[in-house]
């Protein structure tokens, strides 16, 4: 496959890990990693760390530092609404 092609697929790659393809989208880009190694191997990479960050996020984090967040979330709210 030519470089330009797989731009196009290197970017839905994300897309189809994240199921925000359509029925037939999936199945170009399933059609393009079956005939292109090179895509093949970055969508196995991508796939990796999707999965080893999923698996890293299962702690919570601490009631303070939530707290903190939240704080800042309303600050940043109340400053876009006076705006």
């Known amino acids: 496959m ?21 029925a037939g989208e999936i199945r170009e880009v399933k059609l393009h990693l079956d005939e292109c190694a090179p895509c093949l ?5 991508q796939r990796t760390i999707k999965t ?13 530092l939530r ?3 939240i704080v800042q979330l309303r ?3 109340v400053q876009i609404s006076d705006s």
Request: aromatic share 6%; charged share 35%; hydrophobic share 35%.
């Open 41 to 45: 191997e970055r969508y196995d990479v």
């Open 75 to 77: 600050q940043i709210s």
């Open 2 to 22: 030519n470089d330009e092609s797989c731009a196009d697929f290197l970017d839905r790659i994300v897309y189809l890990l994240d199921n925000e393809l359509d």
């Open 67 to 69: 707290q903190r967040v």
């Open 52 to 64: 080893i960050v999923a698996r890293s996020c299962h702690e919570a984090a601490p009631d303070d």
